[in-house]
């Protein structure tokens, strides 16, 4: 049995970089807490990678590489004056996804205390539940073709690919979560999907709804993805567990990343609950070019003090627990807020100021 959980660090590109520097150095703040050590071990698997290499995906040498770690940690990948945007994206990202059998995304939806949202009224008690989105099929199986191109009837066809195997396998993950998060005395999941309109594609939610649906164990509800995002807004209360498929979950989280406290607070866990693979763990707000090159494309370290690193905080403690070391995790995630709690200072702080605090908070927990 190893004596460490070994932990391969992806940091990816321009600011990927920099909040995985800042989340370590709060990790290490937390190494009273742990109750094994964990061992880094850095991937520089980014666009300068795959440049060098002249690669449009990862091989088999970089996951016969990945796959020996207990868990990854990824900081976000992209840079558009290397690399046209989505290439790294898929290459990396849906290949881990896929190679690894990461079938759960899973990203919590809850408003901390004291951290206002842009829906007015609503507080931890209105927003706080979790979509689970399913993380290999839906239009991300990257399938597809172009017809007639470069005439005037030019067309493209993307698949959505849904089994009942993944949306099965993702419905009995959201159960347990459900269950775990205790919110109501019957656990509560919505499926949501377009089942008016993407009729071949839901036949399988549909099939696996109607299972659930049928059991006295579960409150199943269906919703289609509009009205979700309607209710997501005006009436969140209503949800504890959202399973969806990979394109409608992309979109849907980044809107529940916005209410609940923006962008820099939402996290990602692309998850295999069986363990044979590792899991990786990701803040979702991307690499942000604009806080790192100027107007004239020159590194602006100004910039770069503008960006703000909660929720790579954040996506390393849910790491944690998915290891459990739940002190630490609990010590990260409790700095992390503290953070964002405070509020109007908060917005001026830069990365450096916020990172230390951190740090300071985890050690005197």
Known sequence: METYHNIAVLPGDLNGITVTEAALKVVKAAEGKLIKPIKHTRFDYNADYFLKHDMKELGPKELDELKKYDQIFLGAIGDPTKIKPGILEVGILLKLRQAFDQYVNLRPVILPDGVPSVVVGKTSKDINFEICRENS?????????????????????????????????????????????????KPVMHFVFKTNVLTYAAYPWQ?????????????????????FLMQ???N?????????????GDI??????????????????????????????????GTAPDKWYDSDGKYDASLVQQVKPEAAFLSYAMMLEQVGETKAA????????????????????TLDQLTDAACVYVKNL
């Open 252 to 285: 849907a989280t980044d809107v529940g990343a916005v209410i609940q406290g923006g962008i820099g607070t939402a996290v990602s866990g692309n998850i295999n609950p069986t363990g044979i693979f590792p899991s990786m763990f990701e803040p979702i707000h």
């Open 137 to 185: 099929e839906g239009f991300y199986v990257d399938a597809g073709w172009i017809e007639k191109k470069g005439t005037d009837e030019e067309a493209g066809y993307q698949i959505m690919k849904c089994t009942y195997k993944s949306v099965k396998k993702l419905a009995e993950f959201g159960f347990k979560r459900a269950v775990e998060r205790k919110k109501s005395d």
């Open 330 to 349: 609990e010590a990260i995630k409790k700095a992390a807020l503290a953070n964002l709690r405070d509020y109007p200072q908060y917005k001026e702080k």
């Open 207 to 227: 099939r696996v709804f109607e299972e659930y649906k049928n059991r006295d164990d579960v409150d199943a509800r269906y919703m289609h993805i509009d009205n």
């Open 232 to 234: 997501m807004l005006i």
């Open 236 to 248: 969140p209360k209503q949800f504890d567990v959202v399973l969806t498929e990979n394109m409608f």
